[in-house]
């Protein structure tokens, strides 16, 4: 680990204080996790502080930890992550807060602080169901508005619940349910003692 990585969160600790659960460093890149309760203050404090400096937020994006780690998961099931970008210092650090909330995924919504995080949060929304307090526009962007459920959820079924057609007769777009035989897919896995040699 590079002395200016270890040294930079170092400081973050520092400055973050008790709103910091954790830092850790790994593959060269620095991951901080915060607390929910105060997880818009810190992420205030990552943009405003003269040391830190993140003027871009580059990318949000929702997880569903339900089944990681083969089920040996024990956290919170639902947590949002945050790539940051200090221009000013040169840095970058990614930020994960989990959802208190397993039944109702609830986290402060960061529009306010960079406004670039309103159709990331939405999509967090539209595909995992995590609500973001305080967006001034959240609904869903990439499915329907229709749509039943949230379709990056472990739990979402593979065929979904409802298909859409064109029906000629009617000459529109219905949906009716799936007609689709659910059926867990297990990939073939070839095994060839001798692949990949003599190149």
Partial sequence: MPATLESFSIGLKNILGESLVQAVVR???????????????????????????????????????????????EGARFAVVV??????????????????????????????????????????FDLYGIVFEGHPDLRRILTDYGFIGHPFRKDFPLSGNVEMRYDPT????????????????????VRDASYGEGR
């Fill in 27 to 73: 593959l060269g890149e620095l991951t901080l996790i915060v607390k929910p309760q105060t997880y818009a203050a810190a992420m205030r404090t990552l943009r405003d502080h003269p040391d830190c400096r993140f003027e871009q937020l580059i990318d949000l994006c929702g997880m569903d930890y339900s089944d990681y780690g083969d089920g040996a998961w």
């Fill in 83 to 124: 790539q940051l970008l200090s221009l000013t210092n040169n840095q970058r650090v990614r930020v994960r807060v989990f959802c208190p909330d397993d039944d109702l995924p609830v986290v402060a919504s960061m529009v306010e602080i960079w406004p670039s995080a309103s159709w990331f949060e939405r999509e967090a």
């Fill in 170 to 189: 009617q000459q529109r777009v219905i949906y009716q349910p799936v007609s689709i035989e659910p059926r867990e897919v297990t990939p073939r896995i």
